[in-house]
């Protein structure tokens, strides 16, 4: 089993849920000024990605085998 921090799961799906929201209003209200906050939360939603991915390299986790 893998565990992740809370602290990089939260900011995981925070990111996640602010670039569907932001995405959502874009949508209903098209503008530029939109479009760019939902760029912003892309680009956090990777950092947090990114996060993620180096506890799990922290952890070995990507030598592990199996499923």
């Known amino acids: ?3 992740i921090s809370s602290k990089t799961g939260q900011r995981l799906a925070k990111a996640r849920a602010s ?3 932001a995405l959502n209003h874009w949508v209903k209200y098209p503008s530029q000024e939109n479009w760019e906050v ?3 939360t892309q680009i956090e939603r990777a ?3 990114s ?3 180096d506890e799990l390299i ?3 986790h ?3 085998e199996g499923d």
């Open 1 to 3: 089993m893998i565990m």
């Open 19 to 21: 670039e569907l929201a």
């Open 38 to 40: 939902w760029q912003k």
């Open 47 to 49: 950092a947090a990605g």
């Open 51 to 53: 996060e993620l991915g």
């Open 58 to 60: 922290a952890d070995r």
């Open 62 to 64: 990507h030598e592990a």
